[in-house]
Nanobody, 129 residues
Framework: QVQLVESGGGLVQAGGSLRLSCAAS????????MGWFRQAPGRERDFVAA???????????DYAESVKGRFTISRDNAKNMVFLQMNSLKPEDTAVYYC???????????????????WGQGTQVTVSS
């Protein structure tokens, strides 16, 4: 069982930056692939980024096309933390951002909502124009 708590959301102007954090409980955090998703009002929850459970010195990551080059996902297994650095924010990035854990440890990172087993409560990110 993993419990996830997001933080770091807020209001920022377009072009600004935010860093989201996700604190995970449980001793087996390093065994999970971790992902960030977002959900805007009236829309489905969408994949943002994911990072492999253990990639040696370099963690494999994947990103939605809409955030590539602007967002960076990282993790600190020693601290049970996952981060999402968001730069060059746009109004269309406004959403509730969710941290999620995938215990499947498949051959590749999952980008579908249904593949993730544990979810946080979300943190609101609002980007003003």
């Amino acid at each position: 069982q993993v419990q996830l708590v997001e933080s770091g959301g807020g209001l920022v102007q377009a072009g600004g930056s935010l860093r989201l954090s996700c604190a995970a409980s449980g001793r087996t955090f390093s065994n999970y692939d971790m992902g960030w998703f977002r959900q805007a009002p009236g829309r489905e929850r969408d994949f943002v980024a994911a990072i492999r459970w253990n990639g040696g010195r370099t963690y494999t990551a994947d990103y939605a096309e809409s955030v590539k080059g602007r967002f960076t996902i990282s993790r600190d297994n020693a601290k049970n933390m996952v981060f999402l650095q968001m730069n060059s924010l746009k109004p269309e990035d406004t959403a509730v951002y969710y941290c999620a854990a995938d215990r499947s440890r498949g051959t590749s990172l999952n980008t579908g909502v249904g593949a993730y087993d544990y979810w946080g409560q979300g943190t609101q990110v609002t980007v003003s124009s």
